[in-house]
Each structure stands twice: as structure tokens, then as C-alpha cells.
């Protein structure tokens, strides 16, 4: 066996050794717990301006004294399919208590959105970033990641992961923000 042969096994060795917590979560019916951690209080709050998908474009800047959700997802990512009806449910519930979901799409093009709202009719607001560049500003390296952000306009926490905005965990972070 060669050495490139040698160094593709262990590759593969440690690729399947990464993933074995998160398969074997997944086969029992569990997903993997999203992480919530705290926006760094010396981390400004990048401003953010976007199209929006048949609205008015969207500025962050406007929308101070509400607590905005931004919920950064791509149709191809199945975790973030899953989460959609419960941040629909989260828009619902809290729209009485100036809460509002702001879903960005992450560099799709158009029709592969228009598929997507085939396929899940949302009434969810969703913003644009053709380019990627409100991902990076917000340095969103893992889909679905979400954004709170407090009435005072500053970011108060980012949740990586599929979170249900519904259960116990979730009311909890947005108790302190509400």
C-alpha cells in the first residue's frame, strides 16, 4: 500500500470517527442541539441592507425598537428547511410584541427560490444576498445560523444549528430580549 493510499485511509478513518456522534444522534431520532452564544460585546453590529424576494428591501437600521430574527438558510440545506415552520410559528406568535423573522437566502438564484416557495408556501420575509456578503459581514459559516437582535439594535446572541423556535430551549434565549 502506498503512502498517498495510507493517508486517504486515515482521511476517511477520521472523517467517520467525526461523524459517528451526529449519525448516531440522527438514527435515534435526535438532531444534533444547536449552539447559542452570546454576541461578543466588543463586536459591533454590522448594518445590513438587503432585497428582499417580492417586498421593499430590508435595512436592519429601520427596524430598531423591534427584535429582529435574522435566519441565514440555502433550500439545499435540509436542517434549515426544518426549522422554517417553526420560525413561521415564531413570526406569528410574537408579531403583538414587535418581533419580526427575517429569512436571508443565501446565494441562490431566483428559480431555485421560486422552487423552494413552491414547495413550502412561507409568509416569512425573505431577504437576498446574491453575493454572500451579508454571510460574511455576519461571519455566518454554518447553515441555518439566526441572528437576534435586540430592540436597541445591537446583536444579542447567534444560534448554528436547527433550532425549534417553539420549544422550551428557544423561549428561554428570547425571553431576555422580548
Not at 65 to 86: D, I, K, T, Y
Amino acid at each position: 500500500m502506498s503512502a498517498e493510499q495510507r493517508a486517504a485511509g486515515r482521511r476517511s478513518l477520521l472523517a467517520a470517527a467525526a461523524l459517528a456522534p451526529l449519525v448516531g444522534a440522527q438514527a435515534q431520532g435526535d438532531a444534533p442541539a444547536a449552539q447559542r452564544r452570546a454576541w461578543p460585546a466588543s463586536r459591533p453590529t454590522p448594518a445590513l441592507e438587503l432585497p428582499a424576494w417580492e417586498a421593499p428591501p430590508f435595512r436592519l437600521a429601520d427596524a430598531r425598537g423591534q427584535v429582529v430574527v435574522l435566519n441565514f438558510w440555502a433550500s439545499w440545506c435540509e436542517p434549515c428547511r426544518a426549522e422554517m415552520p417553526s420560525l413561521e410559528l415564531l413570526a406569528e406568535r410574537h408579531a403583538g410584541d414587535r418581533l419580526q423573522v427575517q429569512a436571508i437566502n443565501h446565494r441562490e438564484t431566483d428559480g431555485a427560490i421560486r422552487r423552494f416557495l413552491a414547495a413550502w408556501p412561507l409568509t416569512l420575509n425573505i431577504l437576498r444576498d446574491s453575493d454572500g456578503a451579508a454571510a460574511r459581514a455576519w461571519q455566518v459559516r454554518v447553515f441555518p445560523s439566526t441572528v437576534v437582535i435586540g430592540r436597541n439594535g445591537r446583536a444579542a446572541f447567534t444560534a448554528t444549528g436547527e433550532v425549534d423556535w417553539g420549544g422550551r430551549e428557544a423561549r428561554q434565549w428570547l425571553a431576555g430580549v422580548l
